[in-house]
């Protein structure tokens, strides 16, 4: 397994601040990701910074689909689900180990907006939009069928159901392994640091960072910079996008709860609520409702709780969660843009770029499957800029990771629980804190129900790695509980 990154914090603080680069990228999400892993493959001096952990933000926080949206068919948004779609099919090429195709049975009942006739052919379009090379073959089930498959399922007025492929990925390690290989390619990658201001000034930006472990103050030069803060990036000084939020929950219960051989789609009237089998679990979600508090802040209302469960037990009713079911939940908030008229479920995940004069570039919006190509597009803009004719882009094609790289560490489920692994996530993939090696190095947080059990195993392998006191890990294990409860 190779090393990627072992430049310390304080190193790549310093190598950030030494000489002006040409980009400095804010914000260590999927976004931010895709745009320093392609600015580094072209050749441009790179740096990315991001406040908290990378993947801290919504890009750990998703449905990890790679999908391209059946749902945005049905508003006719064709150009918008054939780029995505053609997009899962690149995830799988670069990133096989984060690319898993995912079967979902899409019910269907009298009476309601999701004829099976019509989605018959909304899903033999979605095959032909990948090109016909989706994850698998589209087909329709009898109700007979629906029933021996689901057991438990609402056969009131049930007529069959229509199956479709999508991908399953793991929106966190998709960002890290990201990362990795912009790293690879000379990218300087910090996180747990923060832009506190940029000013235009002698012809550079001078950006204002502070180290949010140690409260250091530095100043990075740059010739442009990106914001890529997702549903932050309204709050940035110089930003010019305007981001509507909205809020998405899901919730794990145990797969022997809810048995389900594949996903499985739900419905309330516009919305869509999805069940996805993850090994021994299954995630639900997700609501979809406006957002306009902190993104620091968003977590679990009883009422997302609610309304989940009663989608959940309105599909399988013999079934009958409740909240007693729940292993965990997680909250995240969708960065998109502004449309004050509509619901949210009305309001487009297409991604907005903007340049203003000096070399800022804002760019927010869009979806985990479509990254590689919003970033591709932004270091064009960063080309331009530049005032430089860029080499081709690489990024559909280059692999992420090295053979054997992924191994025992990176995968859409979560990897087994060793001595091994944590090491590597300490040395090679900017692991600092606890939670960065038991939620977005890995998922065993969400995943395992004796969580905090492993928490402490992993606390003591991380002091062994990184030089911990007792004290330290006690800490650590506090912040550990304190942040995700
Ligand atoms: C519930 C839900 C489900 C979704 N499901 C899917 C799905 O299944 N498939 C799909 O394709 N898409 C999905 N999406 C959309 C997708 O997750 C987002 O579009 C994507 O993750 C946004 O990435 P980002 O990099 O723009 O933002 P983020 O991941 O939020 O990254 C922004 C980062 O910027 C950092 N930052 C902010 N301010 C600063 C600062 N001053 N200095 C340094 N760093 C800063 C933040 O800490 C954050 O980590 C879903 C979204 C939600 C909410």
Known sequence: MGSDNPISPDNAASGLSQEVLDVLVVGGGIIGAGVCRDAAMRGLRVGLIEQHDLAFGTSSRSARLLHGGLRYLAQGRVRLVRQASLEKLVVQRIAPHLAMPLPFIFPTYRG?????????????????????????????????????????????????????????????????????????????????????????????????????????????????????????????PNSQISIRGTKGVHLIVSRQRLAIPEAVMMTEQKRIVWAVPWADVVYIGTTDTDYSGDPEDVCTSPQDVQYILEVTNTYFPAVHLTESDLIQTWAGVCPLIANPRGGPSDVSRSYQIKIAPQGWI????????????????????????????????????????????????????????????????????????????????????????????????????????????????????????????
């Open 362 to 485: 804002d760019v927010a919006g869009g979806k985990l499957t479509t990254y590689r190509l919003i970033a591709q597009q932004t270091v064009n803009h960063v080309g331009r800029c530049l005032g430089r004719r860029l080499p081709d882009c690489r990024t559909a094609d280059a692999p992420l990771l090295e053979p054997g790289d992924a191994d025992g560490v990176s995968s859409v489920i979560p990897p087994p629980v060793t001595e091994h692994a944590v090491n590597h996530y300490c040395r090679n993939e900017w692991a600092i804190h606890l939670d960065d090696v038991m939620v977005r190095r890995t998922r065993w947080h969400h995943y395992h129900i004796d969580a905090d059990v492993i928490a402490q195993q992993v606390a003591s392998w991380m002091a062994g790695c990184l030089g911990w006191s007792e004290t330290r890990q006690q800490e650590e294990l506090q912040r550990y509980r304190r942040v995700l409860n």
């Open 112 to 236: 309601t907006p999701w004829p099976k006739w019509k989605l018959r052919l909304g899903v033999k379009m979605y095959d032909l939009l990948c090109h016909h090379r989706n994850f698998g073959h589209s087909s329709t089930l009898s109700r007979e069928q629906v029933k021996s498959l689901l057991p438990g399922v609402n056969t009131q007025r049930l007529t069959g159901a229509v199956r479709y492929y999508d991908g399953a990925t793991n929106d966190a390690r998709l960002v890290i392994d990201t990362h990795r290989s912009a790293a690879r390619h000379g990218a300087i990658v910090s996180n747990y640091m923060r832009l506190e201001d940029s000013v235009h000034d002698g012809g550079v930006w001078r950006s204002q960072l502070s180290d949010t472990l140690t409260d250091q103050s530095y100043e990075v030069r740059s010739r442009c910079v990106v914001n890529a803060t997702g549903p932050w990036s309204n709050r940035l």
